[in-house]
């Protein structure tokens, strides 16, 4: 172990290279965190060492293999325009959201048009 990295930032890493997602990773410090907080309220550490421990980041993208048959797809629902845009501007689901509430109440009940 690196004497500059803490045990649980190595065992973070490890977690990460195994395969687990950032969520699992994220939950699992999170837990850790809880627990060396309470130990280090009650004297029994000196230092919250996970509270230091960075968390992963993983960025799921599409190939383009992949884009062309999700856009393929996405033709045949009637949000088909909403996701050609998402994949092309590369928007999160919370941004392609707001596309969708600020362009009409049509495109989110396509009864409605």
């Not at 803490?6 to 627990?35: F, N």
């Not at 393929?72 to 994949?87: C, D, E, M, P, R």
Request: aromatic letters at 6%.
């Amino acid at each position: 172990m690196n004497s500059r990295r803490s045990m649980w930032q190595e065992l973070i890493d490890r977690k990460s290279k195994e395969g687990l997602s950032a969520r699992t990773i994220a939950y699992m410090r999170g837990v850790l965190r809880a627990a060396l907080s309470d130990a280090e309220r009650w004297g029994l550490v000196f230092r919250n060492a996970a509270a230091l421990a960075a968390v992963p980041h993983r960025i799921q993208t599409l190939t383009p293999t992949d884009a062309r048959s999700f856009l393929a797809a996405a033709k045949k629902n009637h949000l088909g325009a909403l996701f050609s845009v998402a994949l092309a501007a590369g928007l999160r689901l919370g941004e392609a959201r707001g596309v969708a509430c600020a362009g009409s109440a049509s495109l989110m009940n396509p009864r409605l048009s």
